[in-house]
Each structure stands twice: as structure tokens, then as C-alpha cells.
């Protein structure tokens, strides 16, 4: 299968290219670099609401360091840095028509996007089916921004995750393909537990490619369920209040197993048992709140 990626230029999501470039025939990497700013975006970045959420998350690594820087963490004793140099193509937003025009050149089967801007209509269309999303969160739970981040401050640690997902015009709303959650002994830090979840999630991001091009039979359709976490949503305080929660010793002796679900359009009408739903909680270390009445039933899934 010929694949295209559109990603960002973080370290993780450099990590993620390579592990998709070393496991599969990845044809070209359109690397993000910037922004769409027409004079539409320009406004909304500059009403109060939305530049107060800019200038917090530029604050918030040195407001609140990690342990371990993500360069650190990905590409220890070296600089960060794309292992295909030969394959970059380098954009200032993956919606600009050349970008499409470029994956078309390069007639590519699917396209695999990581940590770029929202996709459009002219993207959707040239790979329909197989446009296919790496999300650092558990969907349809935790969907948008931060989701590890609202997981944890929600005590929702057995929801701390990654969410390999089809496109399609809503965000984080396609087709379920997998979903996988690291391996948790005590969680101390926020963003070590999230680098931790994106070494698993690009494994599991490369064998989805690997399974449909196997033609698997992939893909379950979300619940009406979860929420959509805004940037901007995320303040000081919640902050705070997670930072208390990880001092306190509250999630110091959660322990979970690493899990990595496929979900089959074979087992797509079958139900959870409620004794599985109650053992997760029980695993998750006590912290899942009770289930209500009006809380989703997730897809059934085929656990690897």
C-alpha cells in the first residue's frame, strides 16, 4: 500500500513518521510548518478569549516542566529528526491545493495524518475510506484537545490513550479502526504518560496500515457519545487542580495493563457485558466514576 503523511514537526510526531517509515512504503511526508491565516483565523486568534488560550499554552512547559524533555524522550543522545529526509515536503497548511495535487503525483493508496490542522473537503476526497487519523486521546470519550490531559483531571486514568480513526468532516467522529492504552504503574507526570502513549499508538497506527492493506475488515462507527476538549479550554487552574491530584498520591497506585483493541465490522452489533464494564472500573484502580443510566456503550472490540 502506498501511503501518504501529513504531520507535524514535533518530536513525537517525528517519531511517529519514522516508526510508519520504517514498518511501511511511505511515498512522501508533507511536514506542517504553519498556519492557515486567512483574514477569517487572523480574527479569531485575536479575540481575548482565544489569545489568552495561545499565550498559556506557549507558558505552560515552563510554568510546568517535565521530567524529561520530549526530544529527550524520543531521540535520547541525539537531535530530533525525520529518518526519510529525501521523502519531506514541507507546507505551510495540508489544505493548500498543492498538497493534494503532490499526494495525487504520487499516487498514493492511503494517507495517514498525525497532529496537522483540521482536513478539508479537497483532502477527504482523494484517498476516500482510507484517510486515516492518529488521535492522542480515547474516542468517542475524549475527543479535540488534551484528551490525556481532561482523562486524568476527570479520574478517568483507564482512559488515557490513543485512537486510530477514519476522517470525516467531524473532528474525531470516523469509523473506529483501533484503540490502545500504555502500560500504567502509578502516573507521576501528565506528559511522560502521554509520550508513553504515543510510542505505543505509532506500533499500533503502522499495523492498522499493515491490516487493511491485508484487507481487513476494519471499522465500526462511533456512539453518539463523548466530548469535543477545545485548546482554549484548558486554564491554570485545571491545571492545578491535576497537579494536586498527581502530588497527592491519588494516582500513584493505579496499575493497568498495556491494551490494544481492533475493532472488526464482524463484531460491530454485539454488546459489552456489564460484568466487563464493571471490571474495567475495578482495574482502572478505583477512580471511574459510576456509570450512569445515559452513559455510551462502546463498540465491542477484539483485543490483540
Sequence with gaps: MRLGLLCGRSPHAMHVANTLCA???????????GHDWSWRTVRRALRPAQLRARVYRAARPWLFPARESGAAHFFPGRRPAFDRQDLLARVAHVNLPAVAALLERER????????????????????????????GGMSPWYRGADSGFWALLRGEAHRVGATVHRIDA????????????????????????????????????????????????LGVAQPEAGRLYQARERRLRDDLALRRRLRDGRCADIRLPEQVEWFHRSTALAAIPAAARAGDSARSGGVQPRESQAAPRAPVATAS
Design 108 to 135: 498514493v493508496e492511503a494517507i495517514a495524518v498525525f497532529g496537522v490542522s483540521r482536513i478539508r473537503a479537497e483532502l477527504l476526497a482523494l484517498t476516500p475510506g482510507r484517510l486515516v487519523n492518529l488521535h
Design 170 to 217: 467531524a473532528i474525531d467522529r470516523g469509523e473506529l479502526l483501533a484503540r490502545c492504552r500504555p502500560e500504567i504503574n502509578g502516573i507521576g507526570c501528565e506528559r511522560m504518560l502521554f509520550w508513553r502513549t504515543m510510542r505505543l499508538a505509532a506500533r499500533v497506527f503502522a499495523e492498522t496500515f499493515e491490516r487493511l492493506a491485508r484487507g481487513e475488515a
Design 23 to 33: 514498518r511501511l512504503d511511505v511515498r512522501r511526508i508533507v511536514v506542517e510548518t
